[in-house]
T-cell receptor, first 115, second 114 residues
Framework: AQSVTQLGSHVSVSEGALVLLRCNYSSSVPPYLFWYVQYPNQGLQLLLKYTTGATLVKGINGFEAEFKKSETSFHLTKPSAHMSDAAEYFCAVSDVTGTASKLTFGTGTRLQVTL | NAGVMQNPRHLVRRRGQEARLRCSPMKGHSHVYWYRQLPEEGLKFMVYLQKENIIDESGMPKERFSAEFPKEGPSILRIQQVVRGDSAAYFC????????????FGQGTRLTVV
């Protein structure tokens, strides 16, 4: 069974500061890993994903994440926070069989950006 | 190419009524997935469908919930005799091939049971 743990349900940073949202996963098979963002009353938007290849993945809006197998982590970072980054962020994992129909989501981290 | 379209965006039902949630996948996508998001929780998988087939319904409650994806028209998630605990956001995703690496999510339907 797969699982995702997002440490910190709420994270607050100042505008211009580094954003670090933590995600650890558990999977019995090589995982595919995803980060989604959800703005208030909106659906999920894919930020980035790791499937194979380079472990540092760049996504939209200046976000990136690094897959670290030894640490079973896939933390999301952005060098400089912007007010528009305030949203809820979900980490998710699926198995790599190619026909995976399920994403297992973490419980989310709400990012607040202050002036 | 329009995204995944869900309607209605907001739905209010009284206890005991039926709720019908619709999902039109992106053009060219024949795989549809339904997820439920309870307040303050992450999304939970419910069901995976291809045209006219249910592939995986392991996340569906055993009673009152059903889903279909007919040959023509949108996918429908039906909840019969709704209860307060069904209040949640229901999201649909679609992909052109099996698997979620190329899936796109809709904006969701927020169901409120009063």
């Amino acid at each position: 069974a797969q699982s995702v743990t997002q440490l910190g349900s709420h994270v607050s940073v100042s505008e211009g500061a580094l954003v670090l949202l933590r995600c650890n996963y558990s999977s019995s098979v090589p995982p595919y890993l995803f980060w989604y963002v959800q703005y208030p009353n909106q659906g999920l938007q894919l930020l980035l994903k790791y499937t194979t290849g380079a472990t540092l993945v760049k996504g939209i809006n200046g976000f990136e994440a690094e897959f670290k197998k030894s640490e079973t982590s896939f933390h999301l970072t952005k060098p400089s926070a912007h007010m528009s980054d305030a949203a809820e962020y979900f980490c998710a994992v699926s198995d790599v069989t190619g026909t995976a129909s399920k994403l297992t989501f973490g419980t989310g981290t709400r990012l607040q950006v202050t002036l | 190419n329009a995204g995944v379209m869900q309607n209605p965006r907001h739905l209010v039902r009284r206890r005991g009524q039926e709720a019908r949630l619709r999902c039109s996948p992106m053009k060219g996508h024949s795989h549809v997935y339904w997820y439920r998001q309870l307040p303050e929780e992450g999304l939970k998988f419910m069901v995976y469908l291809q045209k006219e087939n249910i592939i995986d319904e392991s996340g569906m409650p055993k009673e009152r919930f059903s889903a279909e994806f007919p040959k023509e028209g949108p996918s429908i998630l039906r909840i019969q005799q709704v209860v307060r605990g069904d209040s949640a956001a229901y999201f649909c995703a679609s992909s052109p091939r099996p698997g979620l690496t190329e899936a796109f999510f809709g904006q969701g339907t927020r169901l409120t049971v009063v």
